[in-house]
């Protein structure tokens, strides 16, 4: 189906932060896929982890016990607020895992009138037709048929807007605590707490979506977790888990999942042994101290050398804005075309709402990538300046 807007561009092999093509083009990968390569491109760890299980078990069924889901839920739930978890093929399915959740809660709870959703402006949260409710960009709505019920759309950042939509048919607050599809903006931490502490008086469950800023992106395991006390009773996680291998996971505290018993949910793929493997030797690298110590001294680099460039390019970046490895500039110019100059300079960025770019490079780039992508900004500003004078200079002529 015609969904994509493909460029032009085929990649026959990566290695780390490097693309090539194939004629053998390098291509330094400040996206990795969307935040999915976080430990890189053929990490050998993951390769590794792969192989040996294809040569084993790829699939059996979740009629049985699936030791590798044992251990990955394990050192999910060790490593977060959750005590349970649920595996998918993907973020959307995690999403609907999430609103699934929360709504048999209130159900379980006797109170089943609690259905509904609050999502904010400018969120993402996959394309199944939960997601798209649950996010209500009109987007991705439009031509789907009527808006689902118990689906609630407020402004981002408002937290009195918040406080009066939370009412007696609210079941869960649902938000990304850095938007990244919405162009890279992070909730204000004050606000995560308050959000948390409403939730708490008003027996709402919150869920965070960290599909794209959780998992090490921001330099904390969970970008929640620079909030201090914000947890969350429900999390979708999925893009870096499996670095590449798709698997997502939606994880949740013992009481907000009460209401998930036997038959409530399932899926033929989600945890299979093969997602499992990768997994859980994705999830063993990126909670090491040190990568995440790597991620904020290449995210404070970034935030460095990027405020320079908005001083030499004031008329092609107005801002720039985050968290850690997830980083938005909000741009001047076309974000579109600002992309393909930076294709041009052999530098693959991520789009984003509000005209931003996002750069989202895997967790373990080096800092001399990190230089080499700057000066690849430096040129993609350069074109973006030339380009956009270069009308009025036909005009003036
Ligand atoms: C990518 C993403 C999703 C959707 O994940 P899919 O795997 O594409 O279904 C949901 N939420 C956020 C925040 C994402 O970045």
New binding site residues.
């Given amino acids: 189906m015609a969904v994509y807007s493909r460029t032009p561009l085929a990649f026959e092999r990566g290695e780390g932060a490097r693309l090539y093509t194939g004629d053998g083009e390098a291509y330094l990968d400040c996206m990795a896929g969307?935040?999915v390569n976080a430990l890189g491109h053929a990490n050998p760890i993951l390769v590794k982890a792969l192989k040996d299980q294809a040569e084993k078990l790829w699939h059996t069924s979740n009629i049985f016990t699936i030791p590798g889901q044992e251990r990955l839920a394990k050192a999910l739930t060790d490593a977060s607020f959750a005590d349970v978890v649920f595996f998918t093929n993907?973020?959307?399915?995690a999403?609907e895992v999430a609103i699934k959740t929360a709504r048999k809660y209130h159900w379980a709870k006797a109170q089943p009138e609690r259905i509904d959703i609050i999502g904010f402006d400018g969120s993402?949260?996959?394309?199944t037709l939960g997601?798209i409710n649950a996010a209500g960009n009109p987007n991705y709505t439009e031509g789907f048929g009527p808006p689902l019920p118990g689906f609630v759309h407020l402004p981002y950042g408002d937290f009195d807007a918040v406080k009066a939509a939370v009412g007696p048919t609210t079941a869960a607050i649902i938000l990304?605590p850095v938007q990244?599809?919405g162009g890279a903006r992070s909730w204000p931490e004050q606000m995560l707490r308050d959000i948390r502490a409403l939730c708490d008086e008003t027996g709402t469950l919150l869920i965070y979506?960290e599909?794209?800023c959780g998992l090490g992106r921001t330099g904390k395991l969970f970008a929640h977790e620079w909030a201090g006390h914000a947890s969350p009773d429900i999390m979708?996680l999925?893009?870096a888990l499996g670095g590449g291998f798709p698997v997502?996971a939606c994880v949740a505290t013992a009481e907000a999942a009460q209401g998930m018993t036997v038959g409530s949910h399932g899926s033929t793929y989600g945890g299979n042994p093969l997602a499992m493997a990768v997994g859980e030797a994705a999830l063993a690298e990126i909670v090491k101290p040190e990568l995440m110590a790597h991620v904020r001294e290449i995210a404070g680099f970034f935030t460095q050398q990027l405020s320079g460039l908005i001083e030499r390019f004031p008329d092609v970046v107005q801002e720039v804005r985050g968290k850690g490895l997830l980083i938005g500039l909000k741009l001047k110019t076309p974000n579109r075309e600002f992309m393909q100059h930076a294709r041009d300079n052999h530098l693959l960025l991520a789009g984003g709402g509000d005209n931003c770019v996002r750069l989202l490079p895997p967790l373990n780039l080096t800092l001399e990538e990190a230089s080499e992508a700057i000066g690849k900004l430096e040129a993609s500003c350069e074109a973006a300046r030339a380009k956009a004078k270069a009308p009025q200079d036909k005009v003036g002529a």
Wanted: glycine residues 18%.
């Fill in positions: 969307i935040a993907s973020g959307s399915e999403i993402f949260h996959g394309r997601a990304e990244g599809e979506d599909i794209q979708a999925a893009k997502g």
